[in-house]
């Protein structure tokens, strides 16, 4: 497009045509890739990226930088490619502003061109400098290879340190919204949150071509990287949602937990269900008899404002459950034990799950709650081969370095590493309560007993015989397992009421709220991976 | 019909309600044992249990059907 030529006819105040030129150039550019490919986008059941940012943001709010962008890519010649397949700005969320890098899938499959990602780097800096959260909507093919050819791609990349660079300092929210790879699976990898739709989203470090031509296997997207491989089995997504609607109300909501940037608190949002609210249906939720389970998420939902969870990686690492709530109005992250699943016993995933969880939430000045109920770590050769020491050395080591409000109310069984890594009195726990059922113990005591009776257990003949034994011991052995013992040794803070949980955790927030830790100076520790 | 499905796998350690039988929401139609933990199965919606796939000993694996329940 060439601009008009003012000042033909003489007129010095000639300015119909170029206003009218300047419309017409911002038309064309929100028109995306044109009308078909706008249409095969919907056929696809995916929302354009306009409208995503219309659900989004508030109304009123978007101020776009670069609609005018166009490739400048040699290998394109004269095509035009709005906004260079990149839309960027700045609009709001609940009243508080986002910057926004959201690829247009129909603009060369939402590839990244040079300008683009020029736009791009121009929102991470303005991000840094305002303090405020940063959203990527990933619709991307990955690279596009007419930007970068061949060894200018050597100066490529900075893209993902900048990232790395934002890290803890401001959210970094990546939204799946269609099938993405190398490049455009980086930027997820490193933000914070990760929402995925299903069916229509996917990501992986190779495409399927490349896949099949680097090594032989055919694959779709959705089989090789859809949200079923990232979150039930990989754990690198943290939801999948059904829609793009769905997808931008998780982001929304996310966000809602979250300060502007790492220098603010959590905002807090007023609630109506009371601070002092007793939860008497614990005691139907939550048996007394040691053995039997119960699902941990109900007593979470019981225990927080209005029932509300946000839970992160609900399908992966199911023994261990990490979610956003709130309490008395102000945001928490809730770390704790699912005795559902592998009777709450902590393996590499959960451990892993978990010192993530951890580290997202002390990024951001959002207080932990753990509740215990975990026998400890699995153990054998299985799991040691996993590396489990490793793991479950990272999920200690992020909970001893977390300087947020720390608080722990253990419920039932509490045993040995299982009882550290949920945040023990020694790892700074700023208020540590017990329910009347708690078993702090190094060991419990169906495991005690096969190694303080094993002689006497393997002189019993009978199966049927030792198998009762057993149990007739283990129960002897519990009965030393006794939280009055820790109370009388003021290792515990209290002793709670388990209706008065709600209670105790507000309580316990309240008076820590402006915990201050101080540490020896160090660049970083040498963490466990 | 409501299917019940087994969350984790585990052994069928004791079936509590028999086909025939009205439930309630948050009845327990068996108990499930793993890693010495006895896991209680619920049903989330009431009915009547019209097909039970398990008996007492068996194992069960993630996902495997457990009951049905008729809602209507």
Sequence with gaps: MT??????????HDWGPLVGDLASRKERALEMGGESLVERQHSLGKLTVRERLDLLLDPGTWVEYGLLADHMDAGLGDRFLAADGAVT????????P?????????????????????????MRAHAVRQRIPFVWLLDSAGARIQSTSGSTFAGAGALFREQVAMSGVVPMVAAMLGHCA?????????????PMVKGTSSMALGGRHLVKAAVGEDVTEEEMGGSAVHTKISGVADLEVGDDKECLDVVRSYLSFFPSSNLDRPPVR????????????????????????????????????????LWMKPEWAKNLLTGLARIGGHPVGIVANQPMVLGGALDVNAADKAARFVWLCDAFNIPLVFLHDVPGFIVGSAVEK???????????????????????????????????????LAYEADYIVAWPTAEIAVMGPDGAVNIIHRKTLEAIEDDDERAAKRLELAEQIRANIDPYIAAGHAQLDDVIDPADTRAAIARGLRI????????PWRKHGVLPV | MAEIRAEITANVWQVVAEVGQMVAEGDEICILESMKMEIPVVTEVPGVLRELYVNEGDTVQEGDLIALIDES
């Design chain 1, 3 to 12: 601009k008009p030529i003012s000042h033909e006819g003489g007129d010095v």
């Design chain 1, 89 to 96: 700005g700045i609009g709001e969320i609940d009243g508080r």
């Design chain 1, 98 to 122: 986002v910057a926004i890098a959201a690829y247009d899938f129909t603009v060369m499959a939402g590839s990244m061109g040079a300008v683009g990602e020029n736009k791009i780097s121009r």
């Design chain 1, 182 to 194: 190398a490049g455009t699976a980086y930027i997820p990898a490193l933000a914070d949150f990760v």
């Design chain 1, 270 to 309: 007023e609630s109506k269900d009371p601070i002092d609210r007793r939860v008497e249906e614990l005691y139907a939720l939550v048996p007394t008899a040691p053995r039997r389970a119960y699902d941990m998420r109900k007593v979470v939902h019981a225990i927080v404002d209005e029932g509300d969870v």
């Design chain 1, 386 to 424: 996993q590396g489990i020491i490793r793991h479950g050395a990272k999920m200690l080591f992020a909970v001893s370095e977390a300087t947020v409000p720390k608080i722990s109310v253990v419920l039932r069984k509490s045993y040995g590493a299982g009882y550290f890594v949920m945040n023990g």
């Design chain 1, 512 to 519: 820590t709220a402006d915990k201050e830790v101080d540490r």
